[in-house]
């Protein structure tokens, strides 16, 4: 049987949800006969080859080069899951949300005990993506398959939802692995 | 005046580092680079956001920064909400549990960069094969070591997962203390497995010197440069990853700053900010933006401390000071060596602590006179952390301000990716997959924080497009 295709990014996340990943440990290697890993931060394929099976998204939106990435993702798999409570909700990044973005902006550059920035200039070259007005959930952007909360979601979650997902058995998660943080 | 045929060269995105970030090269004509740069992409806003929330929310909030050292912030904010609560001075069991879930951490993500990230650079060399140059390479080559460092990583979550209640994001840590004790069976599976760990740890540190030693003649001056460093020290000199003063030293070991209260950080770092970039520029007050800037992380402790308190780390720092005759050490490749040296430390730490029958005490909280400001700086995995904080009578934060370890190597990195922007790509008549990756294994050297799942498995990717100055794309490598 042909392996299946995983590709995962992470857009306005911490990387925890990578890292729950990470966290199943010596699984890791079942996993990768399982699958091949094709775009992800785990490898350094930076755009995709060919179509995958499964995409699975940490973080919300938060820039523009975020919501390119998405749509990339959504062209490129079969199925998408929002993983883990930014992506799904855009979490604690979206707590900004409730603020104008020049507020936020104004006390990192300008207003913080320690700023020095004699010209008052607040980072604007081109070679950084543009704000979003606000933080945007995943589903917000795209049309979202699946959502796994927590945050992170454990590692048994994870490799659950996974091994249901690539074996073609239905996601029926027991209540413990499904968990809101 | 930049000339028409300028070339630029973008690299992108290079890592997650504390969000993502892209290299630009400008080249002229001739291919000489005249400036090369290190651009964080992202920006988030928690300084702005956190206000208005209560202050013991703070160390479960602020950790969600990033999910590869979420412990330091959680400790960072829990030791400032500690002075808000008049807590500072903690119990014995509070102060051992946090201490036991930093080495913890220390000890999981040293690791997970060191197997994961940095060793296919280190044991198959920058311009080895792409298929090959990743932690898969490494365990189809040294099955061994991959699981030795998929092991080690698991061991030290597994800690944090024993004192925070969760390996990522958890909530151990409370404002004045701890939630939680170590059980008798919590502790005696770790001790089960602590002489494994450090047995391996003695390895890893092998393989680190012996990379060093055997490539000094390229290694040390790759990406290097003479700089200041800076890390916490504890009273009497030794090294300490959780609790302690400031201390800066030049390149030569000279001292700019000793015993810097934490409390009196914003006398003496300011950050800059600099248009291009979403993350500032940390330096020394007393000598300037210019020159005060500063290295931070494993190299910069080793270099600022004057002992180790743990015997064999101890030895470890002996033999690493000889390489630069006991002068401060400024080779950028020796940042793997000391993180090393730390994890072989933090293994120690974390064996002394199992003995240790404090952690089964039940004392986890203490209170005193209420403060309204409070000021915390911990030595993360990456470097100086420091959290500072104002709260209102209704114990609602009305000020943050974060200096993340990553934004005081800000400028450090940028330098090693000039140097090696002009020793290594500066002239070349054409940009190679491998010349690429020596951008990789300068920053990755500085173990930037975020970036360590792009590095989990391997590597960053990256990807350089050559424009001329009209935008028409010249050239396309991908990696
Ligand atoms: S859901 Fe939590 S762990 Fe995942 S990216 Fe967001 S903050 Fe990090």
Redesign the interface.
Known sequence: MAKAKVATT?L?????????L??I??R??KL?ELVD?N?S???????FTERCTVGLIEGGC??E?NVRVLRDFRKHCDILISVGDCATMG???A??N??P?K???????LN??????P?G?????P???L?LNRVYPCHEVVKIDYHLPG??PS?DTLWEALVALLTDKPVALPYELIKY? | MASTKQKRVIIEPVTRVEGHGKVSILLDEKNTVTQARLHIVEFRGFERFVQGRPFWEVPVLVQRLCGICPVSHHLAAAKAMDWIVGGEKLTPTAEKMRRLMHYGQTFQSHALHFFHLASPDLLFGFDADVAIRNVIGVAAKYPDLAVQGVMMRKYGQEIIKATAGKKIHGTGAIPGGINKNLSIAERDVFLKDIDQMLTWCRGALKVAVDYTTANLATAAPFGSFDSNHLSIVRKDGSMDLYDGNLRAIDAQGKKILDQVAPQDYYKVIAEEVRPWSYMKFPFIKSIGPKDGWYRVGPLARINTCDFIDTPEAEAARKEFMKLTDGKPNNITMAYHWARMIELLHSGEKIRDLLNDKDLQGTDLVTKGDRRDEGIAIVEAPRGTLFHHYRVNKDDQVVMANLIVSTTSNNEPMNRAVQKVAQDHISGKPEITEGLLNHIEVAIRAYDPCLSCATHALGRMPLEVILVDSTGTVIDRKRK
């Open positions: 992470s306005c996340g911490c990387f925890g949800c990578h890292m729950s990470l966290d440990d010596d890791i290697l990768v890993f775009k931060p785990i490898n350094d394929i930076k755009e938060c820039n080069e979490g604690i990044p707590m900004r409730t603020i973005l507020e936020c902006l104004d006390e990192a550059y913080g005990p320690t700023v020095h920035n010209s200039q607040i980072p604007n070259d070679e950084i993506p704000l945050c992170p590692a943080d």
